[in-house]
């Protein structure tokens, strides 16, 4: 089984930052992509930023210029850093990860999810 911790929600003004983490813990060989999506109250969850295991990195539009997604292998952790903050970034964050859990299978892991509340 793979576990996901996450940490660093919290309230804040907007204009503020915050910094979002996912630590992966677990049996698999290795991390493909690992990032994050938000779930709003009566909206579908949405991508806000993944990273590949080859740097490669993808952000939501809405994000793009004020969000930051960052990863640190050895640790099997993936950051999320948050500026400009805005009302509408108001969520539950979730992180997700999908991994090798051996050399032909993948498997798509998610956090219990961390509440990110914006106030204007």
């Known amino acids: 089984q793979v576990q996901l911790v996450e940490s660093g929600g919290g309230l804040v003004q907007a204009g503020g930052s915050l910094t979002l983490s996912c630590a992966a813990s677990?049996?698999?060989?290795?991390?493909?992509?690992m990032g994050w999506y938000r779930q709003a109250p009566g909206k579908q969850r949405e991508l806000v930023a993944v990273?590949?295991?080859?740097?490669?990195?993808n952000y939501a539009d809405s994000v793009k210029g004020r969000f930051t997604i960052s990863g640190d292998n050895a640790k099997n952790t993936v950051y999320l850093q948050m500026n400009s903050l805005k009302p509408d970034d108001t969520a539950v964050y979730f992180c997700?990860?999908?991994?090798?859990?051996?050399?032909?299978?993948?498997?798509?892991?998610w956090g219990q999810g961390t509440q990110v509340t914006v106030s204007s």
């Open positions: 997700n990860a999908v991994v090798l859990k051996n050399i032909i299978v993948r498997d798509s892991y």
């Open positions: 677990g049996m698999f060989l290795s991390i493909k992509v």
């Open positions: 990273k590949s295991s080859d740097g490669s990195t």
